[in-house]
């Protein structure tokens, strides 16, 4: 469970967070929405520990963020993968090479292990077929194919079930969306959105997704807080949202939906 009690955040003479407080239940879809520069941003990076609050702490599963020494925190994060808003994947790295960078990084260099995984969520993600066994030839020549990739030859759509592979990758308890559907059109949204939804269920993963698509926050949300003014201005399910007669809730509702 994600507890974030009364974070204060400014940059200078900018209140960005003003005494925000939620809980993220395990197992939930939860939706953060809000106009830009309301703090979506940032209050997730609070959450992953990147950046420290002037007041008030985020507890993960128990422990305070802002207390955890370096090797305290590299541990916490190894619960936690983040999808990127543009995939942020790497324009002179391969596919394969994109989605293991984090496992090889911190030091596994057996190719058999760093493949098997990349297999794996690249199934998850639905960028490659079931494979029956490991000599099925059509899936191995699929694999390759795909391992071999650049960034430059996939489609947006693509580029983020990639981004998303890499964010799978060694089974996080959290994943963290930064504005999933950006940039795509309907239906490929739409498959994204259906992919977040069936990870969700398969993996018993927590997802925490920051947008402006409303249409998503229905399609996937348990939950949906609105940040505005600094603080939050409704925590509740997306059927509880359409019912409120908060303002700035109807306003964002009539102006993004």
């Not at 985020?58 to 925190?73: A, C, F, Q």
């Not at 995939?87 to 596919?95: E, G, T, Y």
């Not at 580029?159 to 592979?165: D, N, P, S």
């Not at 926050?217 to 939950?223: G, Q, S, T, W, Y």
Request: charged share 25%; aromatic share 8%.
């Amino acid at each position: 469970m994600i507890e974030i009690v009364d974070i204060h955040k400014r940059f200078d003479q900018k209140i960005v967070l003003n005494g925000v407080t939620m809980t993220i239940p395990d197992g939930e879809t939860f939706c953060i929405i809000g106009k830009s520069g309301t703090g979506k941003s940032v209050l997730l990076k609070h959450i992953v520990g990147l950046l420290q609050p002037d007041k008030g702490y985020v507890k993960v599963d128990g422990h305070r963020i802002d207390k955890l020494s370096k090797k305290e925190l590299f541990m916490v994060r190894t619960t936690m993968g983040y999808v990127f808003q543009g995939a942020a994947l790497f324009d002179s790295l391969s596919v394969f090479e994109n989605v293991v960078l984090g496992l090889y990084e911190h030091g596994e260099r057996n190719f058999e292990k760093l493949e098997k995984e990349a297999i794996r969520v690249l199934t998850a993600v639905k960028l490659l077929p079931e494979r029956e066994n490991t000599e099925d030839e059509l899936f191995n020549k699929e694999w390759k194919i795909l391992a071999n990739k650049k960034p430059a030859d996939l489609s947006g759509g693509m580029r983020k079930r990639v981004g998303l592979a890499r964010a799978l990758v060694g089974s996080p308890k959290y994943i963290f969306y930064d504005e999933p559907t950006t940039g795509l059109d309907p239906v490929t949204s739409e498959q994204i959105d259906n992919l977040i939804a069936e990870i969700a269920e398969k993996l018993k993963v927590t997802s925490v997704v920051i947008t402006h698509d409303m249409f998503s926050v229905f399609r996937i949300a348990n939950k949906v807080a609105m940040l505005s003014n600094g603080n939050v201005c409704f925590y509740g399910t997306p059927h509880e949202m359409k019912l409120t007669d908060e303002p700035s809730v109807i306003e964002f509702l009539d102006r993004y939906n």
